[in-house]
């Protein structure tokens, strides 16, 4: 089992910026890839970002590009992921998940270890 906390979420104005930040304890020897994933109300959860915890490969949602970071760090089992130029249609809850195979990056069936979730509202 792998144990995932996930912090940094809060209210921002448009064009702010926010850092999230995951933590992950417990099997963490396991972990292939740490991925990023949101979900707004009415609406079903996308991909966000994700990165291969040896080599660092990062895959990002075409249409988030340039406007995110996604990084970690291995000696803390953390995962970040910096968000600038933020708008009010990225307000979501904002999920950390962990992958443990080479599988498809964005497909939230091959992450089986979830985080709670950390609130992201940007306000108009």
């Known amino acids: 089992q792998v144990q995932l906390v996930e912090s940094g979420g809060g209210l921002v104005e448009a064009g702010g910026s926010l850092r999230l930040s995951c933590a992950a304890s417990g099997r963490t020897f396991s972990v292939y890839a740490m991925g990023w994933f949101r979900q707004a109300p009415g609406k079903e959860r996308e991909f966000v970002a994700s990165?291969?915890?040896?080599?660092?490969?990062?895959t990002y949602a075409d249409s988030l590009k340039g406007r995110l970071t996604i990084s970690r760090d291995n000696v803390k089992n953390t995962m970040y992921l910096q968000m600038n130029s933020l708008k009010p249609e990225d307000t979501a809850v904002y999920y950390c998940?962990?992958?443990?195979?080479?599988?498809?990056?964005?497909?939230?069936?091959?992450?089986?270890?979830w985080g709670q979730g950390t609130q992201v509202t940007v306000s108009s």
């Open positions: 998940a962990v992958r443990s195979r080479a599988l498809s990056a964005i497909s939230a069936a091959n992450y089986p270890y």
């Open positions: 990165i291969t915890w040896s080599g660092g490969l990062t």
